[in-house]
Nanobody, 124 residues
Framework: QVQLVESGGGLVQAGGSLRLSCAAS????????MGWFRQAPGKEREFVST????????YYADSVKGRFTISRDNDKNTVYLQMHSLKFEDTAVYYC?????????????????WGQGTQVTVSS
């Protein structure tokens, strides 16, 4: 059974930083691309970032490019999202997900397992 468990969310002031982690189990972590999505209250879930199985290919939504960095440690079965210069509009529940698309994907339908989410709240 595949499990994805996010952690690292919290309350931070605008301009601050947070690092989210997502620990995976139940499948060969290094064989799958991973992604981060977020959902703000009253809004649809949106793509944030994705990373290929090897970690060599990454892609970001325009709204976070230059501020967020995705990375992975295949020895620890963990994917990270380092977030800097946080803005009020980054407030959302952040979800990690696992995809069978080897190089990563922005499309949520191509992710087959999802974590339960971690809340990020940025105060203005």
């Amino acid at each position: 059974q595949v499990q994805l468990v996010e952690s690292g969310g919290g309350l931070v002031q605008a301009g601050g930083s947070l690092r989210l982690s997502c620990a995976a189990s139940g499948r060969t972590f290094s064989s799958y691309a991973m992604g981060w999505f977020r959902q703000a209250p009253g809004k649809e879930r949106e793509f944030v970032s994705t990373i290929s199985w090897s970690g060599r290919i990454t892609y970001y939504a325009d709204s976070v490019k230059g501020r967020f960095t995705i990375s992975r440690d295949n020895d620890k079965n963990t994917v990270y999202l380092q977030m800097h210069s946080l803005k009020f509009e980054d407030t959302a529940v952040y979800y990690c997900a696992s995809s069978t698309a080897p190089h990563g994907t922005t499309t949520d339908k191509e992710y087959d397992y999802w974590g339960q989410g971690t809340q990020v709240t940025v105060s203005s």
